[in-house]
C-alpha cells in the first residue's frame, strides 16, 4: 500500500467511532478498525483503497475533523 498515493489519510487519534463517515460513503470503502486508539474508540480505516473515488464525504462529514482526503492531481510526486 506504501508505493499508492495517499487517498484517504485518517488521523486515528481524533476518531471517536461514530461511523457517519462509514455511512456516508457511496461505495462502502471504508470500515470500523479492529484497533483501539488511546482514548478507547476504534478508529475508521479504507479497506477498499481501490473503490474510493475520493469524493471527500467522509471529510466533510467527519464531526471530529479526522479525516484528510487527497486528490492526485493536488499531490507532489
Ligand atoms: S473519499 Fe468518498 S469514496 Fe473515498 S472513502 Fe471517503 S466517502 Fe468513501
Ligand atoms: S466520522 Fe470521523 S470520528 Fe466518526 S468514525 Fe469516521 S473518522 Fe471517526
Not at 15 to 32: G, S
Amino acid at each position: 500500500m506504501s508505493d499508492r498515493p495517499n487517498k484517504v489519510v485518517i488521523d486515528e487519534e481524533l476518531c471517536k467511532q461514530c461511523e457517519l463517515c462509514v455511512v456516508v460513503c457511496p461505495v462502502h470503502a471504508l470500515r470500523i478498525s479492529d484497533r483501539i486508539n488511546t482514548k478507547g474508540f476504534h478508529p475508521a480505516e479504507l479497506y477498499e483503497y481501490d473503490k474510493c473515488i475520493m469524493c471527500g464525504f467522509c471529510a466533510m462529514t467527519c464531526p471530529e475533523r479526522a479525516i484528510a482526503v487527497y486528490r492526485p492531481e493536488v499531490q507532489k510526486a
